[in-house]
């Protein structure tokens, strides 16, 4: 079993360096593809280890723009001080933020488990009023996500629209494969009416096929995200 998890993870992990995950940017820009940049791991409760990621991925945007790399970067705020103080965080994000502006670059926060959630989108809007280099996921499973898009769209925040992947309880997720890409689908339909700059994060056919169908109906600035290693065949296409 271990052997299997590992060869499935293997392929949608770029590797193990900076080094590593530039190389393989670099490949898919040679397919017409823009990379994203996300180092693994989140929860992290010691300063200096926080302050070693955020050194990283300084290093990783200077990298793109030393290496003329079409490639922006991915966050998750318990890298970067959640699990400290909110402050401390805060700080940490914006470093990057603001050095990726510098650099004429990109920064997606992730959304984590629904703990997080409203703190996320919260450290989300006061970025958001400084610089607008920077953008947030927002999970379909969860049943306030419409609410949040509605808020992002009126304060035109950058979405990334994906379905979740933490266990939740019912009462705030909904639960079943159909329910969750129902809400998905909705709240594409809520993106592309309302919405201005946002991204799809998917493998889904149907939800690509309905996405694709609504922006010939409300024509967007959008793009599709995906894990690399998954659904090749679309990205090549």
Not at 19 to 45: P, S, Y
Not at 177 to 185: D, G, W
Not at 212 to 222: A, G, M, W
């Amino acid at each position: 079993m271990s052997e299997i998890l590992l060869r499935l993870s293997k392929q949608w992990i770029a590797g193990q360096t900076a080094d590593d995950a530039i190389r393989m940017a670099k490949l898919a820009n040679a397919r017409n593809i823009r990379g994203i940049i996300n180092k693994l791991g989140e929860h992290i409760e010691l300063e200096k280890e926080v302050q070693a990621t955020v050194k990283e991925y300084l290093n990783i945007l200077r990298r793109i723009e030393r290496d003329k790399i079409q490639s922006c970067i991915s966050v998750k705020l318990t890298q970067l001080g959640l699990s400290i103080n909110d402050s401390f965080c805060y700080a940490n994000v914006e470093h990057i933020v603001q050095e990726a502006e510098a650099l004429g670059n990109f920064v997606w926060i992730d959304m984590e488990s629904s703990q997080y959630t409203q703190t996320t989108i919260d450290l989300y809007f006061s970025l958001l009023n400084k610089h607008k280099n920077v953008g947030v996921a927002i999970q379909a499973y969860l049943r306030r996500s419409e609410d949040d898009i509605r808020n992002l769209i009126l304060k035109n925040g950058k979405i990334r629209l994906c379905k979740g992947a933490y266990r939740e309880s019912a009462k705030i997720a909904f639960k079943t494969k159909q329910e969750i890409s129902s809400n998905f689908a909705k709240l594409l339909k809520l993106l592309f009416m309302e919405g201005k700059e946002f991204a799809i994060a998917t493998h889904d056919n149907d939800l690509i096929n309905e996405a694709l169908e609504l922006n010939r109906i409300y024509p967007k600035d959008f793009e599709f995200q995906m894990l690399m290693g998954i659904r090749d065949d679309l990205n090549r296409s």
